[in-house]
């Protein structure tokens, strides 16, 4: 037995069974409100917005936590802020890097910390090498140190252990270390390390047939130099003819270490 409103049912489920043509709901859309200004300049804005901070981050806040992650594109177009945690030799040191500063946080945010011990910072900091410079040899391998190495070491020490420098990178050497100009304020002034070590005499220019980084500041490296050698700071207070440079002293050393 059929009730009267069966019919009209079946009806109705005939016509909701029938498939409606794509192009059909397609102009049944209403594009217009995908067209609006209204619509259309606030999305272009946020994914501008959205895109330039992703960029921005990548380039400028990204913290990069070893040489090895630099991007070749870098070099000698950004410069490495952060936290000198360790000083090896009297020429190199070890960075962690704080890109950004106390405005992104670091140093008074908690998650946003300097680590003090080594457990913490190992694998996290960037060895830099100290551009258009080279420090008494101190002793390693088996070598003896070079006159002056210790006083070179814990005057770099006492400049920029622990403090904030800038260093703008120009590659990366055959240690895996990252060769920059490094900056660091010393009573409101920016001072640059290299020439301040050059300075006290506790450093000479960097000799090399090939290889060799100054930037722009080489011709101030040498004229530096010159004014230490005369006023006879550091490695220069002793007789000249008993000077032997940290370049002669490793081809000397290395020779000897051939012949045994």
């Known amino acids: 037995m059929r009730w009267p409103w069966s019919v009209n049912s079946e009806r109705d489920n005939d016509d909701r069974r029938k498939p409606v043509p794509w192009t059909d709901s397609l102009n049944a859309t209403d594009w217009q409100h995908y067209t609006d200004p209204r619509t259309v ?8 917005t959205i895109l330039a901070s992703v960029r921005v981050y990548r380039s400028y806040l990204r913290r990069i936590p070893e040489a090895t992650h ?17 000083v090896g030799d009297a020429d190199n ?14 140093g008074w945010l908690p998650w946003r910390r300097v680590p003090k011990k080594k457990l913490g910072l190992k694998g996290k900091t960037i060895h830099i090498r100290i551009a258009g410079i080279d420090a008494p040899e ?9 006159p002056y190495s210790n006083e070179a070491l814990q005057w770099l020490k006492g400049y920029i252990l622990n403090r904030r420098v800038r260093a703008y990178i120009y590659k990366r050497d055959q240690y895996e ?11 409101l002034f920016r001072k640059d390390v290299g ?25 101030k490296y040498r004229k530096t130099e010159e004014v230490a050698k005369r006023k006879k700071l550091g490695m220069w207070a002793g007789n000249l003819k008993d000077y032997e440079s940290p370049r002669d ?7 000897a270490q051939e012949t045994k």
């Open 93 to 106: 040191f070890h960075l962690f890097h704080t890109p950004g500063g106390r405005l992104t946080g670091w």
């Open 138 to 146: 101190g002793a390693h391998f088996g070598k003896p140190a070079q």
């Open 177 to 187: 270390r990252v060769v920059a100009t490094v900056w660091v304020r010393r009573f």
């Open 41 to 48: 300049v606030p999305t272009l804005l946020l994914t501008t």
């Open 249 to 255: 002293y490793k081809i000397r050393t290395a020779a």
């Open 70 to 86: 630099i991007r070749p594109g870098f070099f000698r177009k950004r410069s490495l802020f952060g936290t000198v945690t360790r």
């Open 195 to 219: 020439k301040e070590m050059l300075k006290a005499g506790y450093a000479t220019v960097y000799e090399a047939n090939t290889g060799a980084e100054f930037g722009q500041f080489e011709e």
